[in-house]
């Protein structure tokens, strides 16, 4: 643990005369030892704390509704942000963001509980719905309490937390479009939506694992939500927004892998696809190929995962190589190649990094056989991440102190700052508690249903540590940074 006396207890109280007290030592680096379960959930919790600063400050306009960040986030952003912080409540059973985030869920269902609130009419596209929708369908595998456990006020009319989701599902099941391109989803809901004549991997990508999720959660007794991970699985490849440039074609990653695509505009048909790669939108295939994979057992979904697995590498490049830890490993940081070295990724393209790492972790949960693929990179990523922390001033309160940057790689003297930022590192290294904390939950007793019971009644692997990581066959050794600031 790199951080005696700052996080040695969940009173809050002592917690922070705690941090008081090693003011200086917090201000540094942040220096994650990756086989160490209580460094991982320290460095997860300061950076955590961080994140919700940006939801709870002042300085958020919007302050006084639930669920919305600053106006320069879109909408979509608060729902990953939520989702996130589901993950981070179920693998380090910290409960303190539970209810903000409760709220926020259950205000931004909106008034027909499905995630298509009014005031985000002029904004919200498919994947922008999604993002809420796949954070309450994280609450109801993990079991997020539905109500607040220190003030019993049930509400039985509330909906559960798998309610909102097939809610949301719903609506863009009843948007898919045979009009044009033979099918898919629009990339905006309405006409008037810049985009509305775009077909994308971020809509139909996000879909797909929403349909994953909702079929594994149903089980073998539903077959509805499985039929359209298929529908749209094999339309997305149909039109080339994911594409298999496996060289060798057998799908074991002796080629390039399964890339997934930008878009296509519908106006055309979809005859030509916008070949830009996005961390996010290729994560939306891999984690519905997992849930797929893990509900089914199937070779060909197997084959699909392990394909698009290895088509990530395009975002680990070669030249990662960190100035100050020469003889680190190349080829395993995270980065957002179509705009992270230009310099020019936008607020949005920031959080995407963010999507991809909570993505990782679930499916390192549901197909354990990937993880000598997965987690060599997912720990350099999280200690690269983790070196980024070091924005704060001493004078400052702990939940200034430590802001994550968004470049992982070498500094690019050209730092920001934000909640894409923040909940990019907070995914990379919480993901790397994924092992140590009960996969998915599916649907049964005690799933959530108004039942109010925190917790999980899925029983495997829950060890609450990260310490089973320790047997990884090809782990890097713990990457101890001297990079002091
Ligand atoms: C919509 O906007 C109104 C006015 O600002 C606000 O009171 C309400 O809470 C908002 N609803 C949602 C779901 O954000
Ligand atoms: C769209 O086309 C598919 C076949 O490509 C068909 O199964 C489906 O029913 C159609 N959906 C609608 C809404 O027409
Ligand atoms: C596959 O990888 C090779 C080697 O890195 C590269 O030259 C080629 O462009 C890649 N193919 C595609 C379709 O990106
Ligand atoms: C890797 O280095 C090359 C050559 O300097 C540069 O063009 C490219 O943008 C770099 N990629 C990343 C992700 O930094
Ligand atoms: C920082 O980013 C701006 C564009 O946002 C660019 O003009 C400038 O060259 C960058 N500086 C460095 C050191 O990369
Ligand atoms: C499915 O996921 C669970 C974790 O929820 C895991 O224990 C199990 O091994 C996975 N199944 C397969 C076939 O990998």
Redesign the pocket.
Known sequence: MKFPGCYNNNNNKQRVLGLALVLTTCTQAIDLDVNDAASIKATTRTIAQTLTSYYTSPDNENRDIPGLLPDKYYWYEAGALFNSLITYWHYTSDTQYNTLTRLALRHQSGDKENFMPLNQTNTIANDDQAYWAHAAMTAAETRFPTHDDDNNNDDDSDPSWLDLARAAFDTQTARWDNTTCDGGLRWQIYTFGAGYNYKNSASNGAFFALAARLARYAGANDETYARWADAAWEWSTRVGLV?E?D?EGDGNGN??GT?VYDGASAVEDCGSVNRLQWTAYAGWYVLGAAYMYNRTNHPTWRTRLQSLTTGLS?FYPDNDTNPNEPNEPTNQILTEPACEPQNTCTTDQKSYKASLAHTLGTTLQLAPFLESALLPRMRASAVAAARTCVRGEEEEEEEEARECGFVWTASSGNETYGVGEQMGALNAVQSLLALGSAGPGVGGEGDGEGDGEGGDNNNDNNNDGGDNNNDAPSCIHPIISAMGI
């Open positions: 594409v440039e060289e080629g390039n890339y395009i």
